[in-house]
């Protein structure tokens, strides 16, 4: 949130804040494109502070694919838990891990 | 000295010197005849090239569609083994963190791509590395 604070809207603005602004973004190309669009139509068209809270979930979701902690959560926990479950005896040393996709299709 | 002349006699050109016209037209015919070689060559290797170029170009939409087909195998292969894997874990959805959903506001239809991590979740670490660092190898 703070991050998208100050990226929009220096409380003062000058040349050197127009210089140091955030000119990058997710419009070239990027998957996640779309999502930071409407995030941001989204805060444009409530302004700051009751955009915050009306586009929390368009916020969310482009955070979500400019940074995939969900996706990265999501694979840490299933590791994790392939380990519990070896060293819980759930689990043999021959079927711990499943068989390996095919090298070519990712 | 006279004896060593008669033995060794130098390799000289004939009497009154080489034709002219042999000189240079030996040269000609010798370039003409290997220029010749050289086309042929040329045109074969061309060939090939085109041949080689053509049947990439046939089978890579095939290639395409395979590796493509293999993907959503796999992420099918990918489901069924979080189902099993995650079954005794409470609050666990499939497909989702604890039931949240990856993204609120997409379609629950959408095809969200794994991260490569993602996708080599349920493989070992040895088959991660091997597929990961294949650059590497070669």
Redesign the interface.
């Given at each position: 949130m703070t991050l998208i604070k100050m990226s929009l809207s220096p409380w003062l603005k000058s040349p050197f804040t127009d210089l140091t602004g955030a000119v990058v973004s997710h419009q070239w190309y990027g998957e996640c494109a779309d999502f930071e669009l409407?995030a941001l139509d989204c805060l444009e068209a409530y302004g700051l502070d009751r955009g915050l809270k009306k586009c929390d979930?368009?916020i969310?979701?482009f955070q979500?694919?400019s940074r995939?902690t969900?996706?990265?959560?999501?694979?840490t926990?299933?590791?994790l838990?392939?380990h519990r479950?070896h060293f819980a005896g759930e689990r043999s040393k021959e079927n711990?891990?499943?068989?390996?996709?095919?090298?070519?299709?990712? | 000295m006279a004896t060593a002349e008669a033995q060794c006699r130098q390799d000289l050109p004939p009497p009154g010197g080489y034709k002219r016209w042999a000189l240079f037209g030996g040269y000609l015919a010798m370039t003409a005849g290997a220029g010749y070689l050289y086309y042929l060559n040329c045109k074969a290797v061309k060939i090939t090239d085109l041949e080689i170029r053509s049947a990439s170009l046939a089978i890579y939409p095939m290639l395409l569609a395979e590796?493509d087909r293999?993907?959503l195998k796999?992420l099918r292969?990918n489901r069924d083994?979080?189902n099993e894997?995650?079954r005794n874990?409470e609050g666990?959805k499939t497909g989702?963190?604890y039931g949240?959903p990856?993204?609120?506001?997409?379609d629950k239809n959408l095809l969200?791509n794994?991260?490569?991590?993602?996708?080599?979740?349920?493989?070992?670490y040895k088959?991660?590395t091997?597929?990961a660092h294949?650059g590497l190898l070669s």
């Open positions: 409407r979930l368009l969310q979701d979500e694919c995939k969900k996706q990265f959560q999501r694979l926990a299933m590791r838990e392939r479950q711990k891990w499943a068989k390996s996709p095919a090298d070519d299709s990712y | 590796r293999e993907y796999q292969r083994e979080e894997l995650m874990v666990w989702t963190w949240e990856i993204y609120h506001t997409q969200i794994p991260r490569f991590q993602e996708y080599y979740v349920h493989a070992s088959d991660y091997n597929r294949i």
